[in-house]
């Protein structure tokens, strides 16, 4: 009798390769010249540790280039920030090694965290080397040319170079701030309800950082305690209950060095959440706002140096509007792509104009380059099928 086969179930199964997810490639980067490919993978369909891997494209040859067991052995992986634990709460992570990766525009270099601590390699690999930092790192983001890394900090951002010298350190406490003050995180309603879990954006030209300010104090203070640890103190955490007071949300523009802070100003009363902020040049982005009954979203472009806003498009649904990831974006500069609720699907809008039918329901924009939209999308009559779509 084979007991191994007999209680080996698909209910263990599933649970011991977390949803039949572990040993398959996820968190993947296509280098601009198509021809590298970067990927998160664990060894195996029952490792819940990730590398990353690079591919050669020609040659199909799969590198190991980030090995958390070589790059902190010994140590525990799991003593991570506060703010990661939240991240992978949200996103339902539960492997370990490394969850998430930044790379520069070409994809020849990248960063990541492990346990709080900071690492750089290029992909060519298989070297990694820390950057010694002197607190927890969370949401490493190199520049696009790779030449600096910017990181959050308990409540402060930081900008380094690449060998570890400081460029910028944005810190609420170094500004006069209330310690409700955080820089370069997003806010509780962004990151749980909106997809938004990140607080500061690289301009393409790598001279400057879009960056959230997020004020806590209005939010309703809460003691948690744990019942299995009663000796414990309660945790004190922030948490903006339905109908209570939000945190309050701004943007501003800094230099990578510091030299120069622009602050953009909305009618943030009135659109009190920030859900999204794209560059598109190196001198403009995009916003996206939206009301709190989440009725009515606008989107502006925002002249970097100046902060002057301009408005593209205000959407109202009486019901809510619907936040689709990868957009709002711009079609080479100039035209604006949106998904918006347009006779009873989502559908793909270019400066207002429907591009695609009423019978495919668009789910997200993967990318708007070169007059080509690639979007993900299901034919309204089989939700259950999502393929990839190219619109030129």
Not at 23 to 48: A, H, K, W, Y
């Amino acid at each position: 009798m084979n007991t191994t086969a007999s209680t080996d179930t698909y209910p263990r199964q599933y649970s011991r390769t977390q949803r039949l997810s572990l040993g398959e490639p996820r968190n993947i980067t296509i280098s601009p010249d198509g021809q590298s490919v970067l990927f998160l993978r664990s060894r195996s369909g029952s490792d819940p540790v990730n590398c990353l891997w690079h591919l050669d494209v020609e040659s199909k040859k799969e590198t190991l280039i980030a090995d958390p067991l070589i790059m902190i052995a010994g140590s525990d992986d799991q003593d991570l920030p506060p703010a990661e634990k939240a991240r992978r709460e949200r996103l339902r992570e539960g492997a370990g090694g490394i969850t998430a990766y930044s790379t520069d525009a070409q994809a020849q270099r990248f960063t990541c965290s492990l346990g709080g601590r900071l690492f750089i390699g290029e992909t060519s690999g298989p070297l990694t080397r820390e950057i010694t930092t002197t607190s927890l790192v969370f949401d490493p983001r190199l520049s696009p040319d790779g030449s600096m890394i910017g990181f959050v900090s308990a409540a402060s951002l930081h900008v380094i170079t690449a060998q570890g010298q400081t460029q910028l350190s944005i810190d609420p406490a170094d500004m006069g701030e209330s310690e409700t003050v955080t820089w370069g995180s997003a806010d509780f309603i962004a990151a749980e309800e909106m997809g938004r879990y990140r607080g500061f954006w690289w301009s393409p030209d790598s001279q400057h950082l879009a960056v959230c300010r997020v004020e806590n104090s209005p939010v309703q203070t809460w003691h948690i305690a744990d019942p299995a640890h009663p000796e414990r103190t309660p945790q004190v955490m922030r948490y903006p209950a339905a109908g209570t007071d939000n945190a309050l949300v701004t943007l501003a523009v800094f230099s990578h060095d510091g030299a120069t802070r622009t602050d953009i100003t909305w009618d943030n009363t009135v659109f009190p959440y920030l859900a999204d902020v794209t560059w598109t040049s190196p001198t403009r982005l995009l916003i996206a706002v939206q009301s709190r009954d989440q009725k009515d979203l606008v989107v502006y472009e925002v002249n970097a140096s100046s902060g002057a806003i301009n408005e593209l498009c205000r959407e109202h649904h009486d019901r809510w509007v619907d936040l689709v990831s990868g957009a709002p974006t711009m079609l080479d500069d100039e035209q604006l792509v949106m998904v918006l609720d347009r006779q009873g699907s989502k559908r793909l809008l270019l400066d207002g104009v429907a591009l695609t039918p009423a019978s495919l329901n668009v789910r997200s924009v993967i990318s708007a380059v070169d007059a080509d939209i690639i979007f993900m999308a299901n034919e309204i009559e089989h939700p259950e099928s999502v393929s990839a779509w190219r619109w030129n």
